[in-house]
């Protein structure tokens, strides 16, 4: 009598997650106000505001999982 069983299981399990953001935001105002008055004079009113906002998120999640089970069973008689 001769019994011979062998058993292979491979697992090769990836999770690669990843998750890009970008987010340019850019404001301007330019307000601009001149008066011209002879009688009274000059007003000039200049206003400018820049408003830059820059935010970058980069989440990567690597996670890799290998099992590897190997049953080699044999019987003579």
């Known amino acids: 009598m001769d019994l011979s069983v062998g058993v292979l299981n491979l697992s090769?399990?990836?999770l690669d997650?990843?998750?890009g953001?970008?987010?340019l935001s850019v404001e301007v105002l330019n307000l601009?106000?001149?008066?011209l008055d002879l009688s009274v004079g000059v007003l000039n009113l200049s206003v400018e505001v820049l408003?830059?906002?820059v935010e970058v998120l980069d989440l990567s999640?690597?996670?890799?999982?290998?099992?590897?089970e190997v049953l080699d069973l044999s019987v003579g008689v």
Request: no cysteine; proline share 0%.
């Open 51 to 53: 408003n830059l906002s």
């Open 32 to 35: 601009s106000v001149e008066v």
């Open 61 to 68: 999640v690597g996670v890799l999982n290998l099992s590897v």
């Open 17 to 19: 997650l990843s998750v």
């Open 12 to 14: 090769v399990e990836v």
């Open 21 to 23: 953001v970008l987010n």
